[in-house]
């Protein structure tokens, strides 16, 4: 039925591995300003302040109950099993994605797992906590490492291979992203442009206004291996 899928996940696909979102309940923009935690001028402002953000986050991640989930898995199962393309554009930056096996995967917000060398744009994985000690090895005098993470006003990564696989897709599925964000809350406007059924997983029900041709309410750990199951075995997903 399909030959090429793009997925795009958002922090509601985390969310049951434990990791909070950003706009729910309790979400991570309750706890902080988006503007001193998340943009270039909060971490000129404040690197500290930023630092422990993601030292926090990072921390998280590493915890033992943290581990990839249903939804997760059956992302990664379908890029196995799935004869044909199958990418998942991620705007997390935790590494679950890839603990469940995922491989075609972009993140296009960055990765927690890695700093930035703010000279010479080369990232690192981390080996230790961000810090004034947590520098580069590429520049003389060596710089303090920033998190590799796409703040506010800065370009997404990978955009060119995304739009591309974007415009070339016969299926596109949403899950666990509240779609205000762009571009990514763009994406699906791209997907039916060029035709492709565009199918969204998300806890709340759709708003009036969804661009979305399909829409599944529920938890991603739960719909998301039926709809895999569906997809491999060539069934209609409505
Ligand atoms: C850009 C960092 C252009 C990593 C993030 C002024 C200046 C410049 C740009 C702008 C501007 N004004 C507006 C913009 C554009 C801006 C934007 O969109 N702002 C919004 C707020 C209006 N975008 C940008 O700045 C982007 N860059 O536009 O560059 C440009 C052009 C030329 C030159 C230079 C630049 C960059 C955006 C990236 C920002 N970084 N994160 C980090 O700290 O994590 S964004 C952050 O929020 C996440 O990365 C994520 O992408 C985003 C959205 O969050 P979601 O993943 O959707 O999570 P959320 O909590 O919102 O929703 C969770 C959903 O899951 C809910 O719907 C919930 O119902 C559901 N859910 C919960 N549990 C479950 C579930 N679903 C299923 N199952 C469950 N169990």
């Given at each position: 039925m399909y030959r090429r899928i793009v997925v795009l996940t958002g922090a509601g696909i985390s969310a049951e591995s434990g990791i909070q979102t950003f706009r729910d309940q309790d979400g991570l923009w309750e706890q902080h300003h988006i503007e001193d935690v998340a943009t270039p001028e909060g971490y000129e402002r404040n690197p500290e302040l930023v630092e422990t953000f993601y030292n926090d986050r990072r921390a998280q991640l590493a915890l033992d109950t943290v581990q990839p989930n249903a939804a997760h898995l059956a992302l990664a199962r379908l890029e196995r099993e799935f004869n044909g393309d199958c990418l998942v554009v991620t705007q997390n930056i935790d590494n679950l994605h890839e603990r469940a096996g995922s491989h075609q995967l972009i993140h296009m917000h960055g990765e927690l797992a890695k700093g930035r060398c703010p000279g010479s744009g080369q990232t690192f994985m981390l080996q230790a906590p961000f810090g004034p000690d947590n520098v580069c090895t590429c520049c003389l005098p060596a710089e303090r490492l920033r998190p590799h993470v796409v703040w506010f006003g800065e370009m997404p990564l990978e955009m060119e291979r995304i739009y591309d696989a974007l415009e070339r897709c016969d299926l596109f599925l949403a899950i666990g992203?509240?779609?205000?964000?762009?571009p990514a809350a763009g994406f699906v406007e791209v997907a039916n442009h060029y035709s492709a059924h565009s199918v969204e997983v998300n806890l709340a029900p759709a708003s009036g206004q969804s661009q979305f041709q399909y829409h599944m309410t529920g938890r991603a750990g739960e719909l998301l291996p039926k709809l895999v199951d569906n997809i491999l075995a060539g069934a209609p997903l409505w």
């Open positions: 992203t509240s779609g205000t964000v762009y």
